[in-house]
């Protein structure tokens, strides 16, 4: 995707996130267990800070023991948190996307500013989900193409860090379909810990077919698989989905 789509997400689902926090900060948030929507806040705002380091340097940042200052409350972690989503979208904006940069990927055509746009707007998406969720109806990721490169992500990002624990459930195939935009991924789950991912159409063990913000939200954990009525191997998807969840 072009980095201003990124960028543009950025911008308007960091905004929607203070929106929805203001006056309800100490709300739980339902799909982020044991956290209130300060903390919610605090932990977003301090990633957007440490990414807006990485950007500015081209190394790891070192985080704090603490996700921001614990006397910053209301109001004030909330006007810090729209300053640092403001510096945020400002170094992204100015830095060209294909600049080297560390990150955590462990592929080298990943290390570059490029792989933060992305990161930082999947990111930031999610947990705007995960605020409105706890104040009031979310709206859907999207557009529509960006939750569908939200799921390209989960499934060829985060699935291949090598710290994680190999996949150890049941060898099958699940078929996930985007709905409302051109999307479709066969997973290739082995015996042996390995998952391959094509982006084809296939008959797969279970399938699982639906908007592509609400397949994003099932892999992120934040919806059931159940809302959509998977057909088949109804087994296979959640052991894989519990393993995903874990890493």
Avoid at 176 to 196: I, N, Y
């Amino acid at each position: 995707m072009e980095p201003t789509v990124y960028l543009d997400a950025l911008r308007g689902d960091g905004s929607a996130l203070s929106r929805a926090a203001r006056g309800a900060l100490d709300a739980p948030v339902p799909s982020c267990p044991g956290w209130s929507v300060t903390d919610l806040v605090a932990h977003v705002g301090q990633v957007h800070r440490d990414k807006a380091g990485i950007v500015r340097t081209g190394r790891a940042t070192q985080r704090p023991p603490r996700a921001q200052d614990p006397t910053v409350t209301g109001d004030a972690l909330l006007a810090w948190y729209d300053e640092g989503l403001a510096d945020l979208v400002a170094v992204l904006a100015a830095t060209d996307p294909d600049q080297p940069t560390w990150t955590w990927s462990r592929h080298a055509a990943d290390a570059r500013v490029a792989f933060w746009l992305r990161r930082m707007a999947h990111e930031t998406a999610v947990h705007r989900w995960d605020a409105e969720r706890a104040t009031g109806s979310p709206l859907p990721i999207g557009p529509p193409a960006l939750a569908a490169d939200g799921v390209d992500e989960v499934l060829e990002v985060w699935m291949d860090d090598p710290d994680d624990p190999p996949y150890a459930g049941a060898a099958g195939t699940v078929h996930l379909h985007a709905s409302d935009t051109p999307g479709e991924w066969v997973l290739r789950l082995g015996a042996d810990g390995g998952v391959e991912v094509a982006r084809e159409h296939e008959h797969a063990d279970v399938a699982l077919r639906g908007p592509a913000s609400d397949l994003d939200l099932v892999l992120w954990g934040r919806l059931p698989a159940s809302a959509l009525g998977p057909l088949g191997d109804v087994t296979l998807l959640d052991g894989f989905l519990a393993w995903l969840s874990g890493n």
